[in-house]
C-alpha cells in the first residue's frame, strides 16, 4: 500500500508553545490529507481536511485557530498547535488517499505511524 | 451525521479461535474499510470493500460488505497471538464527501 509517514512520532511541550506535525505522502502525491484526533481507548475523530494549494476545511467543533493546517505541496501537509494546553494531549494521525490505488472517488485512506502529543 | 456501531467492544480470544465482529451504519455507506490498529501506531488497512455483497479475504482475514450496505462483518479465522490489537471498521459515501467515519473499534485480547 501507499506510505504516509509522519514527524515528530512523539513531542512533549510546555503549556502555551505551539507544536508543529509534519504528515507526508512518500511514494504518492495527495492533493487531500486528512487530520485525525485520537484519544485514549477511542475511536479516531476527523479534525479538518487538507487541501493542497487551498483552505483547510475543518469538522464541527474544531477551532480552525487553534489547529493551524498547512498543505503547501503536494506530499507535505503540516498540523500546527498552536498554544497548546493539556487538554490538546492526544494522538494526532494524519491520512491521505492515493489516487492510483484507492481512486479519487474511494474511501481508501492509507495512514500514518500517529504522533502523540503531551502538554505539560 | 453518519454513525457507525461496532461489536463487540472487546473480546478475548484463544490461540486457534475463529473471530468475528462486525458494524451497523444508520445510513448508506459506499465503501467499508477494516483497519487494525497496534499500541501506539495508526491504523494499517485490512480489507477494503467497494460493492454490495462483495466478500473479500485477505489471507485468514474475510469480510463482506451487507446487502443492504449499512453493514459490514469481520471473519478473522484460527487467531494467533499476533491478532491481538484493535480492529476499526470505516466506512464513506460519496453523498457525504467520501470523508471516513470510524467505528468504536472492538479490542482483541488474549485469553489469561
Known amino acids: 500500500g501507499a506510505v504516509v509517514s509522519q514527524h515528530p512520532s512523539w513531542v512533549i511541550c510546555k503549556s502555551g508553545t505551539s507544536v508543529k506535525i509534519e504528515c507526508r505522502s512518500l511514494?504518492?502525491?495527495?492533493?487531500?490529507m486528512f487530520w485525525y484526533r485520537q484519544f485514549p481507548k477511542q475511536s479516531l475523530m476527523l479534525m479538518a481536511t487538507?487541501?493542497?494549494?487551498?483552505?483547510?476545511?475543518?469538522e464541527q467543533g474544531v477551532e480552525k485557530d487553534k489547529f493551524l493546517i498547512n498543505h503547501a505541496s503536494l506530499t507535505l501537509s503540516t498540523l500546527t498547535v498552536t498554544s497548546a494546553h493539556p487538554e490538546d494531549s492526544s494522538f494526532y494521525i494524519c491520512?491521505?488517499?492515493?489516487?492510483?490505488?484507492?481512486?479519487?472517488?474511494?474511501?481508501?485512506?492509507?495512514f500514518g505511524e500517529g504522533s502523540r502529543l503531551t502538554v505539560l | 451525521g453518519q454513525q457507525l456501531n461496532q461489536s463487540p467492544q472487546s473480546m478475548f480470544i484463544q490461540e486457534g479461535e475463529d473471530v468475528s465482529m462486525n458494524c451497523t451504519s444508520s445510513?448508506?455507506?459506499?465503501?467499508w474499510l477494516w483497519y487494525k490498529q497496534d499500541p501506539g501506531e495508526g491504523p494499517v488497512l485490512l480489507i477494503a470493500?467497494?460493492?454490495?455483497?462483495e466478500l473479500t479475504s485477505n489471507g485468514r482475514l474475510t469480510a463482506q460488505f451487507g446487502i443492504t450496505r449499512k453493514d459490514s462483518f469481520l471473519n478473522i479465522s484460527a487467531s494467533i497471538p499476533s491478532d491481538v490489537g484493535i480492529y476499526f471498521c470505516?466506512?464513506?459515501?460519496?453523498?457525504?464527501?467520501?470523508?471516513?467515519?470510524f467505528g468504536g473499534g472492538t479490542r482483541v485480547l488474549v485469553k489469561p
Open positions: 491520512s491521505a488517499r492515493d489516487p492510483v490505488i484507492g481512486g479519487a472517488n474511494t474511501g481508501e485512506l492509507f
Open positions: 511514494d504518492f502525491q495527495a492533493t487531500t
Open positions: 487538507s487541501n493542497e494549494g487551498s483552505k483547510a476545511t475543518y
Open positions: 445510513s448508506i455507506f459506499n465503501t
Open positions: 470493500l467497494y460493492k454490495a455483497g
Open positions: 470505516a466506512g464513506s459515501s460519496r453523498a457525504a464527501g467520501n470523508k471516513l467515519t
